[in-house]
């Protein structure tokens, strides 16, 4: 069965620490792996998508990074902005083409 | 380019009453998804469809969940009888095609009371 498992539940940063978040996954075959932006009371917002172990992807401050067992969501210089829940999802590579999500990781940027 | 549109936006009903989501998908996705979001976990499928037909309505309460999509566009879900725990946000997505990027809407929340 697949599973998706974020870390932290909860992350407090004070502006310009650098950190990252953890997505561990179980997959019967990885066709993709997902991170999505969620801010209070809108819907996910897509940042990347990963295929393959060893890519990489930037996008201003967040690079996300894949291997065979997890991906990480490294947050450079953060600012308050940057405060939201992350998402991270997989899709398999056999069956229908949706996303099984873990429960996120909320983020706060304290200025 | 127009996101994914949902209404209403928030509805607060009874226990046992009924209620229902309409979503429009980002013009020339031919799928389109509903989700349910509880308050603090990811979003959870509740059906999928190519075009008009369904393609996973595994996870969906059939005895008080349906959905249809008429035509291929605009999707509507609907809850009947409505029980406490179907409290949540219902997030409608879209994606172009089979293995593409999935696009959310703004959400749909729901308070049972």
């Known amino acids: 069965e697949d599973q998706v498992t974020q870390s932290p539940e909860a992350l407090r940063l004070q502006e310009g620490e650098s950190s990252s978040l953890n997505c561990s996954y179980t997959v019967s075959g990885l066709r993709g792996l997902f991170w999505y932006r969620q801010d209070p009371g809108k819907g996910p917002e897509f940042l990347f998508t990963?295929?393959?172990a060893g890519e990489e992807k930037e996008k201003e401050r967040l690079k996300a990074t894949l291997t065979k067992k997890e991906s990480f969501l490294h947050i450079t210089a953060p600012k308050p902005e940057d405060s939201a829940t992350y998402l991270c999802?997989?899709?398999?590579?056999?069956?229908?083409?949706?996303?099984?999500f873990g429960t996120g990781t909320r983020l706060t940027v304290i200025p | 380019e127009a996101g994914v549109a949902q209404s209403p936006r928030y509805k607060i009903i009874e226990k046992r009453q009924s209620v229902a989501f309409w979503c429009n998908p980002i013009?020339?996705?031919?799928?389109l998804y509903w989700y349910q979001q509880i308050l603090g976990q990811g979003p959870k499928l509740l059906i999928q469809?190519?075009?008009?037909?369904?393609?996973?309505d595994s996870q969906l309460p059939k005895d008080r969940f349906s959905a249809e999509r008429l035509k291929g566009v605009d999707s509507t879900l609907k809850i009947q009888p409505a029980k406490l725990e179907d409290s949540a946000v219902y997030l409608c997505?879209?994606?172009?095609?089979?293995?593409?990027?999935?696009?959310f809407g703004e959400g749909s929340w729901l308070t049972v009371v």
């Open positions: 999802a997989v899709q398999a590579l056999a069956g229908a083409n949706n996303l099984f």
């Open positions: 013009s020339g996705h031919a799928t």
């Open positions: 997505a879209s994606s172009p095609g089979w293995r593409n990027t999935i696009y």
């Open positions: 469809f190519q075009n008009n037909g369904v393609v996973d």
């Open positions: 990963l295929y393959s």
